[in-house]
């Protein structure tokens, strides 16, 4: 049927599917092969290519470059390559396999309907099983009037969430469950609890077919978080709800535009670490069988074997420049066609590995992320670390990224269960880290504070939990982080005992508090705010089931936190001090009240050198016309009685006490209660905030 097309040269730019005016450009690197064939087909279920076009070196490939034009076909075309090459895995580390059919990285859309893992892998032909890429023609779209938020870092408070699990459960009430759609139907829950942002995990194509293995009841286990992805422009097809072509592109921009609508700002959790491709005994899918020696880190002395810094099988060697060029390509696209406010880049660390392995001092990938014009007024967020033992908190290459504070985390978890001795370390976390910050001179919203996140417990389970229970993941609990520093309050797991459950809940709350009233940029793991729980689980990336998905009903039963979490973050947004994007220093404001003054029980008295101290209370001069804040954060069992400092012409009042029920612990602006005397009681693991007001000394 080749001979019933137009097909031209084409050519080598822009990579990918290309629609035109009459046809579409195919181009896909490939510096090694010696022959590429370009197949298309009928449709998604089509067994066989209708048409394969050979490309011929002399005339389709330019550079390492291979391309074609061909006309009469457009959007909605089904396609995929065969290429073939050197096989010397060990010396060259050419995987090249003509019996494999590979998608094209570049495809803003793949179709999976017969798709076998088990047939990619192996000498076997496996056309009538694989996986195809779609042309998508990403000019079809009308954004109306959407206009990015573009909400300062410093004011910036994140929501992560799962697509499917947000809304997946019966109980979420949605037309569309689990799906982007579905996302825009609980705008409002959004909108009414105030974050400004929602970080969702990977959204790229992954492979949820792959059963890991069987849990103890025998049912399947497969990839549910997605940190496994196989195309880096193309969002998962599961999560949309219409199954016509392009869809899921539609839809996911229906989403950002809803969310912007709003002022809510959409953050991709994105892999560019591995791929679902997996060590030398995995599938082939694409990067393997095009240029395997150039996408991935291989084991210097025997290429058959790949590094594996990602703890995933692989390693993308993001610096070799073409796939340099593939990942910031990848991320313009994102910006660009699907208007994304920012991206987390999962084990960023490996980012500024070079091609021998080893960190860069300039990574050329980094380096480009920060000064792409397209992507300069995007957020960048690295998890900076990786499975090969680099650590960059703090240290991470460039200028404006931010980075997933794991000091912050752990040390507040240790304060929040009562370990004694480190008042100075919650002290540094609270005041933004210039400790790890600072010698880069960075500021604090470079700092990404949390105490919980997808990996590891829910706020719940933080404090009902002094061990993980995994045995779902089929694993026999070896699986997850056994240093959790977490407590259960007395009881492991649920319990029908009132004290225990409402230590529980004070407890939770405690957590928003310090996380909120903390310097540099708040992230909340989606669900703490309802009580989320994993019964343990700490690392349910397999469990696409109730154990995941988030109980709306939750909602209701602990009404009284969600309120908390949401009168907490307009407390944080009326009050610029607690949101002032530098670290302390020692100015004062017109009251005389010095930016920060640290104590313990008494004033100016903090337990720096005592090993039992389990205090801290800390006064924030306000800024302009803000008010002075005065913190009190006692995670002893019992309660203890607390100086205040005296500013002439002012009263305290309390704002937040977390020992009280709701309404009572967070009051409304205005509502707040005087407080009468020269100190004040706060009872044992509790946090008490107080605000200034006029109304002569204290």
């Known amino acids: ?170 109980t979420s009430g949605v037309a569309h469950p689990g799906t982007f759609r579905g996302v825009i139907e609980k705008i409002p829950y959004l909108k009414s609890l105030g974050v400004t942002a929602i970080e969702l995990l990977p959204i790229y194509d992954f492979d949820e077919s792959q059963v890991l293995r069987e849990a103890p009841d025998g049912t399947p286990l497969r990839n549910y978080w997605g940190y496994d992805p196989y195309g880096h422009f193309a969002p998962q097809s599961s999560y949309c709800v219409e199954p016509e072509e392009g869809a899921h592109l539609r839809e996911f921009r229906d989403m950002v535009k809803a969310l912007h609508k709003e002022g809510i700002e959409v953050i991709l959790d994105v892999v560019y670490n591995h791929s679902s491709e997996g060590n030398q005994n995995g599938p082939t899918i694409s990067f393997r069988g095009q240029a395997n020696e150039a996408y991935y880190h291989l084991v210097p002395h025997d290429r058959q074997y790949y590094m594996d810094y990602s703890g995933c099988g692989n390693t993308i060697n993001a610096n070799h420049p073409v796939v340099t060029k593939y990942i910031i390509e990848s991320l313009e696209y994102w910006v660009t066609e699907c208007h994304v406010d920012g991206f987390r880049f999962d084990l960023g660390s490996v980012l500024s590995r070079g091609p021998g392995g080893a960190p860069m001092e300039t990574p050329p990938v980094l380096w480009n992320i920060e000064l792409s014009r397209i992507l300069s007024e995007t957020k960048v967020i690295a998890e900076a670390w990786d499975a090969g033992g680099l650590y960059q908190v703090g240290r991470f290459p460039g200028e404006r990224w931010c980075e997933w504070n794991g000091p912050y985390r752990d040390d507040i978890r240790r304060f929040l269960r009562g370990e004694p001795g480190i008042i100075g370390a919650v002290a540094t976390r609270i005041a933004g880290s210039q400790d790890l910050f600072g010698p880069e001179e960075e500021k604090p919203s470079n700092s990404i504070n949390f105490v919980t996140c997808h990996d590891g417990f829910t706020l719940n389970d933080l404090v009902s939990y002094n061990g993980k229970h995994n045995e779902a993941n089929g694993e026999q609990n070896r699986d997850g982080s056994d240093d959790n520093r977490s407590w259960n309050c007395g009881v492991e797991g649920p319990t029908e005992n009132d004290e225990i459950e409402s230590l529980r809940a004070r407890q939770i709350k405690n957590a928003a508090a310090i996380l909120l009233l903390s310097r540099g940029t708040p992230m909340i793991l989606g669900g703490d705010e309802f009580h989320r729980t994993q019964m343990g689980n700490n690392n349910a990336y397999c469990q696409d089931n109730e154990l995941s998905w988030y109980d709306w009903d939750l909602v209701t039963e602990h009404a009284g936190t969600v309120r908390f979490f ?115 009681h706060v009872f044992g693991r509790t946090a008490v905030v107080l605000v200034s007001q006029s109304g002569g000394t204290v």
């Not at 065969?82 to 859309?109: C, E």
């Not at 009308?142 to 410093?154: F, G, K, N, Q, V």
């Not at 100015?587 to 004033?603: K, Q």
Request: with cysteine; hydrophobic share 35%.
């Open 1 to 170: 049927m080749a001979d019933q097309l137009a097909v031209t040269a084409g050519r080598a730019q822009p990579l990918g599917a290309t629609v035109d005016g009459d046809g579409v450009n195919f181009s896909v690197y490939s510096e090694y092969a010696w022959s590429v064939q370009l197949l298309l087909f009928a449709d998604e279920n089509a067994r066989q290519p209708h048409t394969v076009i050979d490309l011929e070196p002399g005339v389709n490939k330019s550079f390492h470059f291979w391309h074609v034009h061909v006309s009469g076909v457009g959007a909605g075309q089904i396609y995929a390559y065969r290429m073939d090459g050197p096989k010397d895995t060990s010396r060259s580390g050419g995987r090249f396999n003509p019996n494999k059919v590979l998608i094209d990285p570049y495809a803003l859309g793949n179709v999976n309907t017969l798709w076998n893992r088990g047939d990619a892998v192996g000498p076997q032909d496996n056309v009538e099983t694989s996986m195809r890429s779609m042309v998508l023609d990403p000019d079809d779209y009308d954004w109306e009037d959407d206009e990015l938020p573009d909400i300062p870092m410093a004011d910036s408070v994140i929501y992560e969430m799962h697509v499917r699990g947000f809304t997946k459960s019966p």
């Open 566 to 680: 949401s009168e907490l973050i307009a407390f944080r947004k009326r009050h610029a001090t607690l949101r002032k994007d530098d670290f302390f220093g020692g100015g004062v404001n017109a009251r005389g009240v010095p930016e920060v003054s640290w104590h313990g029980c008494r004033l100016n008295e903090p337990g720096w050198n005592d090993p039992l101290c389990r205090v801290l209370s800390f006064t924030l001069g306000g800024m302009h016309d803000d008010p002075d804040l005065h913190v009190i954060l006692n995670m002893y069992d019992l309660g203890l009685e607390f100086e205040l400092p005296q500013i002439d012409g002012q009263r305290w009042a309390v704002a937040v006490d977390t020992a009280q029920p709701s309404p009572e612990d967070i009051l409304e602006a205005g509502a707040e209660i005087p407080v009468e005397g020269s100190s004040i």
